[in-house]
């Protein structure tokens, strides 16, 4: 396979494993795997939403964006301490160079909320004030697009045999110092997290951050008022 | 007001406090609290369903049955040591007096599963066969008609301010302990225990077992076929 956009200088031949929603994956020589960040985003009707389960509109340039805020962000957990499948990243080709991990299950979104709004809102707007501020609630949904991503507590997921309690645990515990660390980032530029959606997988024993954290995977806000993700991402990289 | 399908004869005078879907409350004198099984029961289209959250059609002398039901429950459970609502029955009447007891938030539906069927079936259906054995796993819903009782668990509970992370756990065992003697009562009668729905609430300082055990809030099987509610009643009482 030749092709100058996705083989990166220094890993040699690069195998297509699969073609995702906003990234294609492809399997490299050395065991690692590349990830080639698309323009295409997740919306509906042309409006993009970052919860949508399918590709509703196509940007240009936003790949490489999602790209430069992932790199900012797991760079800052490199230094804290907090494992990410991060390697490696080719601004030029919008690639980035990560660790294999293996996902739970099929794959389960973890979310971080710090303030209620989405789904969390629709469910239980009975008792909380859209908006009302949470003490970084961590709660887990499997990725099944039929199913519509179902809600999971900790003893579903160890009953499915899906993980055990201690990985939950391990899990929350990364999911809320990460969700405290991009909220600490957008505050210094007078932006603040509402929520945040991440990925986790196992590389050997160890539980890492998997995917990207840009835009598209959270809810942040200024002066009360929602920023879209791609103002989020010219606003956040300027 | 004077019913004297209401009125306990021990009681005195019984105050309608609200009509319910299946049992019309009354409050009594003595502060206690009276239950009337009515003949109504939930469904859709003319098929009963427990689940349902709207009355579908009439059966005359179910109300009867569950309080029945109820009742041999109940008092399994008081020689448990497990503490409920119960207090007293009139059969002639369909009426059961039971303490006073505050409920969580608008109130929470605890479901504890020992097979995968229904809702949990539809969530997870990717990750387990239909009727394939669970361990006692529990789950909580709030009960919201207008958002179709959504699941909640425990850090959600917690943060949204409707129970404690120890009342959660309380509630967790003493609803895995209730489901084990309910599924030794059926298995005894050779059927099998699949789910079970209970509520519960506070009555002081204490978490109590409230509302009603019967054929509609449970899912009993027989050499792998599905018992109808109100054959269940039938067969469990004869």
Redesign the interface.
């Given at each position: 396979m030749k092709n100058k956009n996705t083989r990166p200088a220094r890993t040699g031949k690069a195998v297509l494993l699969y073609e995702g929603k906003t990234k294609n994956v492809y399997i490299l020589e050395n065991g690692n795997y590349l990830l080639k960040f698309k323009d295409d985003v997740t919306g509906q009707n042309g409006v993009f939403d970052p919860g949508a389960n399918v590709v509703g509109l196509s940007i240009e340039g936003i790949g490489n964006l999602n790209l430069r805020m992932s790199i900012f962000f797991f760079e800052k957990l490199r230094v804290a301490g907090i494992q990410t499948h991060f390697v490696s990243a080719n601004l030029e080709n919008s690639t980035m160079e990560v660790l294999p991990a293996k996902v739970f299950?099929?794959g389960i979104e973890v979310i971080c909320r710090r303030r209620a709004v989405g789904s969390f809102l629709?469910?239980?707007?009975?008792?909380?004030e859209e908006g009302a501020p949470?003490?970084s609630?961590?709660?887990m949904t499997?990725k099944?697009d039929?199913?519509s991503d179902?809600?999971?507590?900790?003893?579903?997921l160890i009953?499915?045999?899906?993980m055990s309690g201690k990985q939950y645990d391990d899990i929350k515990k990364k999911t809320q110092e990460i969700a405290k660390i991009v909220a600490d980032c957008l505050l210094e530029k007078g932006m603040e997290l509402y929520d945040i959606k991440l990925e986790f997988g196992c590389n050997g024993d160890e539980i890492i951050l998997i995917d990207e954290i840009s835009s598209g995977n959270m809810r942040v806000y200024r002066d009360g008022k929602y920023i879209e993700p791609i103002s989020l991402s010219e606003l956040f990289l300027k």
């Open positions: 299950g099929k629709r469910r239980y707007g009975d008792f909380i949470l003490p609630y961590v709660e499997l099944d039929d199913r179902p809600l999971v507590t900790r003893d579903g009953d499915l045999g899906i």
